[in-house]
């Protein structure tokens, strides 16, 4: 048997409930970092810094219950975090039920999601790796199928037979995102106002839930960018 001059304690991860090895140093990190290429230097904006540059964007899983992250999202978002990001955002959140994209989408909705949220988080950060979410509504798009089902060019919508919801499906004007798409009915004044709030208070709980960061969805032709083109809005109140 070999003899080594100095014992090193094989220590756990910080921040979750099991045993997982700590990584030292943290994967994605140089062990000289004088020298390191400028992709796996640390980058600072404001009071966020990350161990290195590359961040994995947000990636709809159409898998998880009445909004709910399960172990599924643990496994795919940790195995992410295992190689080191700088950082993870959690793919598009909704912040009430009819505006995820599908049945099976991610939502901030209610008090209850945190916890399952709250679970993905710690492990992403016991590796190191700064946690993001998109909080998102997806108006016109909503109530569609994962985009594997239908084989078609655009996705199949979902009725209520399969947890869909085509005939509470909203927008800025009505105007459906296709042909074959549900009719959406025009968001009031005051259903805007409640939309703003719906997203303040996802973003607080998403604070809860200990994320680092949160991005707005605000692209795609989903609601809000819905509002930004003629093609999708010709309410005069919100033009």
């Not at 994995?56 to 899983?61: D, G, I, L, R």
Request: proline fraction near 7%; charged fraction near 20%.
């Amino acid at each position: 048997m070999g003899s080594v001059s100095t014992n090193y304690e094989n220590t756990a991860a910080p921040g979750v409930p099991f045993y997982t090895p700590a990584q030292v140093p943290p994967a994605g990190t140089p062990l000289d970092k004088t020298s390191a290429p400028t992709l796996f230097q640390p980058l600072k904006i404001r009071s966020l810094e990350l161990h290195n540059r590359i961040v994995v964007s947000p990636m709809c899983q159409y898998s998880a219950d009445d909004g709910h992250l399960t172990d599924y999202h643990l496994v795919h978002l940790g195995q992410l975090a295992l190689h080191g990001t700088g950082l993870i955002i959690v793919e598009a959140t909704a912040v009430e039920p009819r505006g995820r994209i599908s049945p099976q989408d991610a939502g901030l909705w209610k008090d209850s999601q945190i916890a399952p949220m709250r679970r993905v988080v710690d492990f992403i950060h016991s590796q190191g790796v700064k946690a993001g979410i998109q909080i998102a509504h997806a108006g016109r798009k909503a109530s569609t199928l994962a985009p594997w089902i239908g084989g078609t060019a655009t996705k199949t919508l979902a009725d209520e037979s399969v947890g869909g919801w085509p005939e509470d499906v909203v927008g800025a004007s009505a105007i459906p995102f296709y042909e074959d798409h549900a009719l959406p009915k025009e968001l009031t004044k005051e259903e805007i106002k409640g939309l703003v709030r719906k997203f303040a208070e996802t973003a607080e709980r998403a604070v809860k839930a200990g994320f680092d960061m949160i991005e707005i969805h605000g692209a795609h032709g989903y609601l809000i960018s819905s509002f930004l083109s003629p093609r999708s809005n010709v309410s005069d109140f919100v033009q």
